[in-house]
């Protein structure tokens, strides 16, 4: 415990989208609470207060996609207590791991005037590929929920309470109206990890898989059934491949049973 007594918290950022570390400061009515608790060592979106370490815990937003990220990640596995990862960018690689099933000197070619001043990785991969994580929160973005459920839980030294249940689980005890079953919506529900307290489904349409698989996902069943619902290879492709394209289980379902150039 090194911030007076309140353990010292650092927010990271790598390749992503910032909206996860956003999650904590959209946690309005928690927020003086959370500040209270802990204090703030860095966090760029927040603060321009540095300071050093060591720290207690550092959460950990985005992908590593360049040599400098591995550099860094390192340092912060060496300087932090517990680190967390959250967000789809940094638990699965995020939609930038979509590079992982392509060549990415052709993206760069076509996106930059100047190719060679870019330097970057051939993947996108998640934090955990390369140091140890002590937990991981998925989603994309984060729920503010869980995020305060696993910063109670670290710092009472307990094992937070997220749920690896399907967001199927959520759907039914929301009382919302299957969207597979009652109009033959694609819906990744049944593979994916619960935690946003279906919220596509509440909005009557298909989950599309943003907090990455569950513990257990039968992704060869869903699959099958996408497939009765009318959809080819290349579609099945699509709905395994965003934005935990890299989640292993994911990543082999796609490859099992999508194909990028069919068109039924
Ligand atoms: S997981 Fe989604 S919301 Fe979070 S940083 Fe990545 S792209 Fe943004
Ligand atoms: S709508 Fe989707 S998440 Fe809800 S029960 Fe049906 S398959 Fe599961
Ligand atoms: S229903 Fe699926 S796609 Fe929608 S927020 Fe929840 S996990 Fe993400």
Known sequence: MSGNGRPLLAVWKFASCDGCQLSLLDCEDELLDVFAAVRIARFD??????????????LVEGSISTPKDLELVK??????????TIGAC???????????????????AAVYAHPDYIATLATSTPIADHVPVDFELRGCPINKRQLLEVLTALMAGRRPAVSRDSVCFECKRAGH??????????????????????????????????YGPMATPNTDALARQ????????????????????????????AEQHGDAHDRG
Do not use: W
């Open 177 to 210: 109206v299957c969207v597979a079953v009652a109009k033959n919506t694609p819906c990744l529900g049944p593979v994916t990890q619960a935690g946003c307290g279906a919220l596509c489904p509440g909005y009557h349409r298909g989950c599309y898989g943003c």
């Open 45 to 58: 979106e927040a603060t321009p207060i540095v300071e050093p370490p060591p720290y207690d815990i550092s």
């Open 226 to 253: 996408l497939e009765s619902a009318g959809m080819d290879r290349a579609d099945i492709l699509r709905v395994y491949r965003t934005f935990n394209a890299g989640a292993p289980a994911f990543t082999e379902a």
């Open 75 to 84: 340092q912060i596995r060496r300087d932090s207590r517990r680190l967390v």
């Open 90 to 108: 940094a638990t699965a690689g995020g939609i930038q791991a979509l590079r992982n099933f392509a060549d990415v000197d052709e993206f760069i």
